[in-house]
């Protein structure tokens, strides 16, 4: 049974991998205070309930719903609305519901490229038949049915109307904590606010000190073709280090464990595009002033749109491939 003298908190998993979840579960002893504080009235990954007992609630009686995960299916829209519906606050949890995260880089495909892959030709496939997931199949007059696979990964925001995010990959549980606590308290920013510092994570990395004030790179380098110097900045030993345009908040918990930052955590509000405003730092690290010597330089990082644009590609510029076939459902 809920307690109605406590704010009302949901939990909900869209299109992701469970990271944020377990960031919530890695609140280890302070989830303690957490439950004391609230009432977690629906968590399906963890607790029984159902979505007619979020259905029946009255629209606005829970305080917040933290929404972790893209938008890919019906379903996960469907629970969008309804908990953008019955919740206060909105919250956009983790990476993914924040840009689209790593699910949306499926966006560099269509949806039938998509299904292709997944059911017919990757390798550790053995589907002679060649089925496929159907929304709706009869069988001795008995109906089965799934959720619609869209076209289209989307943001949280470019589904329902959010009023706060949680940036990373996963939210660390401090951030969590802050969150829950500065919603209680209401001490709270402008609403569509990232709730993280807004610098970038080179402010808060332990080894900013040996960041040389210019940096000269000939090549880029993966984690493991060198051997790591843990006591200097990561991006001047050749690696290719995003902390320089990513948010910080993350505690630099990346570099703290001698790997270059990823840019999870996403841009800063003054940048517009974070696959663009990523290019740009690095590209300022070049000592490459020719095209031959640039593309000396680019050849050096294997995977541009992967790097650049990992966590962020649906709240892009560019958003997607264009699909030809179906211009229609490509704009879902």
């Known amino acids: 049974m809920s307690n109605p003298a406590k704010p009302q908190v949901a939990f909900y998993w869209c299109a992701s991998c469970g990271g944020c979840e377990e960031a919530v579960v890695d609140l280890a002893d302070g989830v303690l205070a957490v439950v004391d504080a609230v009432d977690i009235i629906f968590w399906p990954v963890a607790l029984d309930f159902k979505r007619s007992d979020v259905e029946a609630r009255p629209d606005g009686s829970i305080a917040v719903a933290f929404v972790n995960g893209a938008v890919r299916t019906s379903e996960q829209e469907e629970m969008a609305h309804l908990l953008r519906r019955k919740a206060q606050f909105l919250i956009a949890f983790g990476a993914c519901s924040h840009l689209g995260g790593i699910p949306g880089l499926a966006n560099l495909y269509d949806r039938e490229e998509v299904l292709r892959g997944s059911y017919s030709e990757a390798p550790s496939v053995v589907n002679p038949e060649g089925t496929w997931p159907q929304e709706a199949w009869q069988e001795n007059g008995r109906l089965t049915t799934l959720p619609a696979f869209r076209d289209t990964v989307r943001t949280l925001d470019q589904v329902v109307e959010v009023d706060y995010y949680i940036p990373g990959c996963p939210p660390t549980p401090k951030l969590l904590m802050d969150a829950v606590q500065a919603i209680l308290s209401g ?86 595009d974070v696959g663009a405003k990523l290019v740009s730092a690095v590209g300022s690290a070049f000592d490459a002033s020719t095209p031959e010597a640039i593309e000396a330089v680019l050849s050096t990082i294997p995977d541009p749109v992967g790097t650049f644009y990992r966590y962020s590609l649906p709240a892009s510029r560019l958003r997607r491939k264009v699909s030809q076939a179906a211009p229609a459902e490509a704009a879902q």
Do not use: Y
């Not at 920013?189 to 960041?211: E, M």
């Not at 090549?219 to 990561?234: A, G, N």
């Not at 030993?237 to 918990?253: I, S, V, Y």
């Open 187 to 272: 001490a709270l920013p402008p609403k569509g606010s990232v709730l993280a510092p807004d610098v970038a994570l080179c402010d808060q990395c332990h080894l900013k000190a040996t960041k040389p004030d210019r940096l000269l790179l000939a090549s880029f380098k993966r984690p493991h073709q060198v051997l790591i110097d843990p006591e200097t900045c990561l991006l001047s030993q050749g690696l290719l280090c995003l902390g320089p345009a990513t948010r910080a908040g993350c505690e630099a918990l990346c570099p703290q464990g001698h790997m270059p930052c990823t840019g999870c955590f996403g841009p800063t509000s003054r940048v517009h």
